[in-house]
């Protein structure tokens, strides 16, 4: 039954031009040319909706809305040539929801019919009350509102409406001001002092609509009003406009306490958002120390591997010597001279690489030179080890407050950076230039090396956490990622990366911060 139509008109052009049409926004849609056909159709099938033709060659229309009022629910738009009022009339009463007249804007009325349902899916189930001590004009309202998929309580005094209103949820009251226990305004101003119905569209039915009559309904609480005896179709039209305004205004008001209770707990939901953030940058930033300390560990061992040999290699001397009844005491002062020597190394190395690794929080004035000199203490015998070319145009000799530790470790995370870049694709003459300078208020780093560069589709994501582009799984991808974070958002910094035509070149702005720090 969903989404099926059943198209009952005898002219091939406009059955056709309807199945075109309404296929295209998604309906399926059956043909019928006589009467005949349309009722062997209906009684096997369901459909959502039947537009029929009321003049058929094999008989009227109006036959068939009888025979689907009595099998079906099926909703009925009428395909009619003439506008005559006293034919819509009796449309309405029939029971149809809608009609369209086969003129020269029928494409216009086509797009109609999808409005039309789309529109009774939204205001179907919506409850309408109406008191009227008339059973023939309940009965009407009934016939005319209830094909549209509205639910319809009735009352025929004020007492019994206040009563269903207390017991049911009323989407829209229908009120006669002629009542035999209470006169309407009365009922409205009743009404409209319950907050609980503020908001409840009402429209009023009377049978003597003066101006005066019409000022006191609306000041009373009346949204509009329609003389009896009523015009069905203009009924229908105000009805379906109340609810539908009405559904639009509980909707911004649904809208707008929303948007109050999210500015009421938006401060504590932006509260728990930095604080998730904070918790995963505090992480990020463990991994990237473990990271740190394994590169510390791995460049301690290389620098004290020679004075360790160094020590080894004098105290077996010493015990050959001893073995052999060949020490004196020139020998024995000159290799502990040369032991205590080597052990002083072993010291001021350790001490190097606590300070260098030390967290700071406060600023501390210092030159890039003297960082770039300072780190290059700590990775360059690694770099003579793996034969790598260091070059240093270091120019950059005016002092800046910043946090000091942290642009070391950046500048030796950029070195290690090019230093793995160049050891991993085996480049011949492998070179680092490590320049420094300054521009105006900005002190700038320069670490280029002929690696080969960064590959294009992978420059946008160099600087991403837990990107990486070794090819040895050993990398944690936060080197740079932390570097960005150190430099951007500790120091007011920039760090930005372009190729070059031999490799890439990692360039770092520093701002001298002693005016924040004041």
């Avoid at 099938?45 to 009888?66: A, K, R, S, T, V």
């Avoid at 300390?293 to 010597?321: C, D, F, Y």
């Avoid at 900005?442 to 070794?470: A, C, H, Q, R, W």
Wanted: proline share 3%; net charge neutral.
């Amino acid at each position: 039954m969903q989404n099926r139509i059943l198209v009952v008109e005898d002219s091939k052009m406009i059955n056709n031009l309807l199945k075109t049409k309404l296929e295209e926004f998604g309906y399926k849609v059956e043909q019928s040319y006589t009467l005949k056909d349309a009722k062997e159709l209906i009684s096997k099938n369901e459909y959502m909706l039947i537009l029929l033709d009321l003049h058929l060659p094999d008989g009227e229309g109006y036959e068939l809305i009888d025979s689907i009022n009595d099998i079906t629910n099926t909703k009925v738009i009428v395909l009619t040539s003439t506008n005559e009022e006293q034919l819509r009339e009796e449309l309405f009463r029939y029971g149809i929801v809608d009609y369209i007249i086969k003129d020269k804007n029928f494409i216009y009325s086509i797009y109609e019919i999808d409005k039309t349902l789309k529109k009774l899916k939204i205001l179907s189930g919506k409850k309408i009350l109406i008191i009227d001590d008339s059973s023939f004009v309940i009965k009407q309202v009934k016939n005319v509102l209830q094909p549209r998929n509205y639910i319809v309580y009735a009352a025929n005094s004020a007492k019994d409406g206040f009563e269903i209103l207390r017991s049911k949820s009323v989407d829209l009251l229908v009120l006669d001001m002629e009542l035999p226990d209470m006169h309407g305004l009365e009922v409205l101003e009743r009404i409209r002092k319950n907050i609980s119905y503020i908001n409840m569209p009402i429209i009023v039915l009377s049978g003597a609509l003066t101006h005066d009559i019409i000022r006191k309904i609306l000041k009373s609480g009346g949204n509009d009003f329609i003389k009896k005896p009523f015009v069905v179709e203009e009924f229908v039209l105000k009805i379906d406009l109340l609810i539908e305004n009405a559904q639009k205004e509980k909707n911004i008001i649904n809208k707008a306490k929303e948007i109050n209770e999210l500015n009421a707990t938006l401060e504590e939901k932006v509260s728990k958002s930095i604080a998730k953030l904070r918790e995963k940058d505090i992480i990020m930033f463990q991994q990237s120390r473990l990271a740190q300390m394994g590169e510390m560990i791995s460049m301690i061992a290389h620098q004290w591997r020679q004075p360790l040999n160094a020590i080894s290699s004098s105290a077996t001397a010493l015990r050959v010597k001893a073995l052999m009844g060949k020490v004196d005491k020139d020998v024995v002062i000159d290799t502990t001279d040369k032991i205590s020597f080597y052990i002083k190394h072993l010291s001021s190395t350790i001490d190097d690489f606590r300070d260098f690794f030390k967290p700071e929080k406060k600023m501390q004035e210092s030159s890039l030179d003297i960082l770039i000199q300072s780190a290059l203490l700590i990775v360059k015998p690694s770099l003579d080890d793996k034969k790598i070319k260091v070059t240093t145009e270091l120019k950059s000799h005016k002092p800046f407050v910043s946090y000091a530790n942290e642009i070391k470790q950046v500048i030796l995370n950029l070195i290690k950076n090019s230093e793995d870049i160049l050891s991993e694709k085996e480049i011949k003459e492998p070179e680092i230039i490590i320049k420094s300078y300054e521009q105006e208020d900005k002190f700038i780093l320069e670490v280029i090396d002929n690696g080969g560069g960064i590959p294009e589709k992978i420059m946008p994501k160099i600087f991403d956490p837990y990107f990486s582009t070794k090819k040895r799984k050993d990398g944690t991808g936060l080197g740079l990622y932390m570097s960005k974070i150190i430099i951007e958002e500790h120091c007011n910094g920039k760090l930005e990366v372009q190729n070059l035509e031999d490799g890439a070149l990692f360039r770092m702005i520093i701002k001298d911060n002693s005016k924040e720090q004041d």
